[in-house]
Structure formats: C-alpha cells, structure tokens
C-alpha cells in the first residue's frame, strides 16, 4: 500500500480570530504536529518584543526552519509563521507546503470577542461579557475583587494588533492564494467554521481521534 505524502499545512488568522482553538482541534483529529512561533521565539526574540520591534525576518526564518528539520518524518502544522512574504519565500525553498488554512473572520468580531475579555488578576479567572459574565459587572464572582481589562484587550490596543496584522499578513495570503494553496475559512463562531476545516482536512488526513476513543487517555 502506498504511503499518503505527509502534510505541510500552515494556519493563519488574525489575533482573536480562534486560531488556537482551532490548531488544538486539528492536532486532536489529526495527530499532526503543531509548531507555533510563539513557543520558538525565546529569549532572543523576546528582546525585540520588549522593545515593540518585529521580530526581524531572518531570526524568525532560522528559528523555524531549524524547528522543522526535526519534523520531517510527521505531518505538521505551522502556527504564526510566515508572517512575511520573505518568511514565505524562504520556508518554499526548504519544503513543499500543501495547503494554507485561512481564518476569515471580521475584524469587527474579534474586536467584540476580544474587548469582552476581563480578568481577576490574582486567580487569573477570565470573564467575557458576552459568553461568560460576572454576576456584578466589573466584580469577580467568587472574591468580590475588582476585574481588570489586559492591556492588549483594551479596544485601541486590539484595533492597532489587527492593523499591523492586515498590513502584514495580507501579502502573505495573497502570495499563497496565486499559488493556489489558500483555504479560506469565514464565520464569526469557531464551532460554525470548525466542521469546514474537519471536512476539509479529512480529504488528506485520517482522524485519529476515533482510534484514541478505545484508549480513553
């Protein structure tokens, strides 16, 4: 029986968009490998962040491409990178992508979903006005405390992150769309868009999560 090629998928979205639950639900069905950037950056690149710098391409570029050397006999499934076209460019020179899953969701969404965020700091119990609120607005449930907004929840913070993201990012996707490798996903729920992607993906990869049913872990 012939051997399927293994999968090199990459997932992009804007912050807020659901594309950590998402990539948690793909690595659950499908038992890919999940590389995020944000778990590679370390201390080098943390410098950068500090200073509210971009991390320079060819830092990033190294940082990944040495990450997936180590990955070449799984699928995998690339998380915040590329953020560039020339971090696009130079992953294409090391390996074959198969497929680019896009989620498309409104900037107005994830506005709402984001800015809906409120945290009691010293427990780290996370409110949303939408979904979950407190029973006293601007109160935690269980100490009475005041709630807090992180900085990066705050509204002009989050319409700055989804900018830079647009600004950013768009070339990339357009780069993957003329080579025909874009997927794009749209929605503003993560569980309306998710049966999409699930169906998708099944076109490439068996789900393992049936087998794990068995072997409840």
């Not at 899953?101 to 009691?120: Q, S």
């Amino acid at each position: 029986m012939a051997v399927p090629p293994l999968l090199r998928a990459v997932i992009m979205g804007p912050p807020g968009s659901g594309k950590g639950t998402v990539s948690a639900r793909i690595i659950k069905h499908f038992g890919v490998k999940h590389l995020s950037s944000g778990d590679q950056v370390g201390i080098l690149a943390k410098s950068y962040i500090d200073q509210g710098q971009l991390i320079p391409d060819h830092i990033m570029t190294q940082l990944m491409l040495n990450e997936i050397k180590g990955l070449d006999q799984y699928n995998w499934l690339l998380d915040g990178f590329p953020r560039t076209v020339a971090q696009a460019e130079a992953l294409d020179k090391e390996c074959h992508i198969d497929t680019v899953i896009d989620l498309d969701v409104p900037f107005e969404t994830i506005k709402c979903r984001l800015t809906a965020r409120w945290i009691h700091p010293a427990s780290g119990r996370v409110y949303n006005l939408e979904f979950s609120p407190p029973k006293v607005q601007g109160i935690d449930d269980i100490t009475g405390e005041p709630l807090v907004q992180r900085d990066d929840d705050k509204p002009e913070t989050v319409s700055k992150r989804l900018q830079a993201y647009d600004a950013q990012t768009k070339p990339v996707l357009e780069y993957y769309r003329k080579k025909g490798l874009l997927k794009s996903f749209s929605g503003t729920e993560t569980n309306k868009i998710w049966p999409h992607i699930y169906a998708f993906l099944q076109t490439k990869l068996p789900d393992v999560s049936q087998k794990d049913a068995a072997n409840p872990r």
